[in-house]
């Protein structure tokens, strides 16, 4: 069975999108939509922007979206999908491409969460470091024993890799133990801050909004939600699975190994580098991978 997989956030690269524009009539029509609905030429400062316009949420995130999507419609009746998944921001993708959400909804959708989550890390100095070589079980043993600041886990990568998310000093103290405790690496991120926390309260209450009122249909094949990690097909689960993800962890190794025991055999990442590709690799060896960009 064909399962593909979409990624978030860290993905994007100058340039990313720009044989697709050029290329292909459909892409470039849907790029040029893009632009008119966000307000602001995207695709400049996709194809020929530098490394800090592209790190800016409000615009990584539609980015990513963007060429994930595109990438997915151009694909026309090669896209047959049995199962998707994303990784975060990449859940959007998953869902504009599974026909859940339409294209414009699902681009209005990313803009405002992107727009939210920096309103959020505005609010209080936050930030993620990633955990290399500790079992899930210990690393998170380790964030609960930071009492006085905000840790959390926020994503299981794969296994032996753990993102933490929290309060800047939280994550100071908290990368000391994992070091301490046998960890290979205990490195902060450059991010805005702590996505998948409980510090992004204020930006899961706006997008619940946006969210509710936008319309979803039901998916062409089940999605695996980061929330639940199982399949879902139900429009109402799913907005709430959506809205639930930004203060809840993704759990991406889980959501692969069940979609493995759901029937997956071939993985293949549509969208900008990757990522997911050298993630899946590691959650399994019986797996065929693939990327397309």
């Known amino acids: 069975?064909?399962?593909?997989?979409?990624?978030?956030?860290?993905?994007?690269?100058?340039?990313?999108?720009?044989?697709?524009?050029?290329?292909?009539?459909?892409?470039?029509?849907?790029?040029?939509?893009?632009?008119?609905?966000?307000?602001?030429?995207?695709?400049?400062?996709?194809?020929?922007?530098?490394?800090?316009?592209?790190?800016?949420?409000?615009?990584?995130?539609?980015?990513?979206?963007?060429?994930?999507?595109?990438?997915?419609?151009?694909?026309?009746?090669?896209?047959?999908?049995?199962?998707?998944?994303?990784?975060?921001?990449?859940?959007?993708?998953?869902?504009?491409?599974?026909?859940?959400?339409?294209?414009?909804?699902?681009?209005?959708?990313?803009?405002?969460?992107?727009?939210?989550?920096?309103?959020?890390?505005?609010?209080?100095?936050?930030?993620?470091?990633?955990?290399?070589?500790?079992?899930d079980s210990k690393v998170e043993e380790l964030c609960a024993q930071v009492t006085d600041e905000i840790v959390v886990c926020a994503n299981y990568n794969c296994p032996g890799q753990v993102v933490i998310s929290g309060t800047v000093p939280g994550i100071d103290k908290a990368c000391e133990l994992m070091l301490a405790a046998g960890a290979k690496r205990a490195l902060k991120l450059k991010v805005g801050g702590a996505f998948h926390s409980p510090l992004m309260e204020p930006a899961r209450a706006e997008l619940a909004a946006a969210i509710e009122t936008t319309a979803f249909n039901k998916p062409i094949c089940p999605i695996y939600q980061n929330v639940t990690t199982k399949a879902e097909t139900c429009p109402d689960s799913i907005k709430a699975n959506l809205i639930a993800q930004l203060t809840s962890p993704v759990r991406w190794t889980q959501s692969i190994q069940n979609m493995i025991a759901d029937g997956a055999t071939h993985f293949t990442e549509l969208g900008p580098g990757a990522v997911l590709q050298g993630l899946i690799k590691k959650i399994s060896k019986d797996v065929t991978v693939e990327g397309r960009q």
């Open 1 to 135: 069975m064909n399962a593909y997989v979409f990624p978030g956030q860290g993905a994007q690269f100058v340039g990313m999108g720009k044989d697709l524009y050029e290329s292909n009539p459909l892409a470039k029509e849907l790029f040029e939509k893009a632009n008119d609905i966000l307000g602001f030429r995207i695709t400049d400062l996709m194809f020929a922007g530098t490394d800090e316009d592209l790190k800016q949420t409000k615009v990584t995130q539609p980015a990513v979206f963007l060429h994930s999507v595109i990438l997915a419609k151009t694909l026309g009746d090669e896209f047959k999908p049995d199962m998707v998944a994303g990784h975060s921001l990449g859940e959007f993708s998953a869902l504009v491409a599974a026909g859940a959400l339409s294209f414009e909804d699902g681009l209005k959708l990313v803009s405002h969460r992107a727009m939210a989550m920096q309103k959020a890390c505005e609010m209080k100095p936050s930030t993620m470091a990633a955990v290399l070589a500790l079992p």
